[in-house]
């Protein structure tokens, strides 16, 4: 059985902004991990944090889809292979719905932590939108 997390987000920016906060490695680094990412399909790439001494603090992904500024995939493999959706939606006067669905997922505790690893981060996303 695999889980689904779908989550929404909206931010009064533009939707360039918000494509640029999913795709700039350095804005990235600022709100999810260090990260060598280039939003080009094909390209692989690594989240890299802390290790602990349950997890080696690497995530390895590959770039699935960029189609800018409207969707952006990829893999998020650390133990187990997911893949990271995010659609963006410009809804007029200045707002933004961002979705983000993460496919793959293989249990219920697992579902979990990537929500609440995603509502973590998504606190400092607002920072990187406001810079």
Do not use: C
């Amino acid at each position: 059985m695999s889980l689904t997390l779908s989550l929404d987000f909206q931010f009064t920016t533009s939707i360039e902004k918000v494509w640029s906060a999913l795709t700039d490695s350095s804005k990235l680094a600022k709100w999810v991990m260090e990260n060598d990412f280039k939003p080009v399909v094909g390209h692989l790439f690594q989240f890299r944090t802390q290790p602990t001494e349950w997890w080696n603090g690497i995530i390895d992904g590959e770039v699935l889809i960029v189609d800018a500024p409207n969707r952006l995939s990829y893999t998020w493999e650390s133990g187990e292979k997911h893949t990271v959706t995010w659609t963006l939606q410009d809804l007029g006067d200045g707002k933004v719905n961002l979705h983000l669905e993460q496919t793959g997922i293989s249990n219920d505790q697992a579902l979990a932590g990537a929500k609440y690893g995603w509502g973590n981060w998504f606190g400092e996303f607002e920072k990187v939108l406001e810079q």
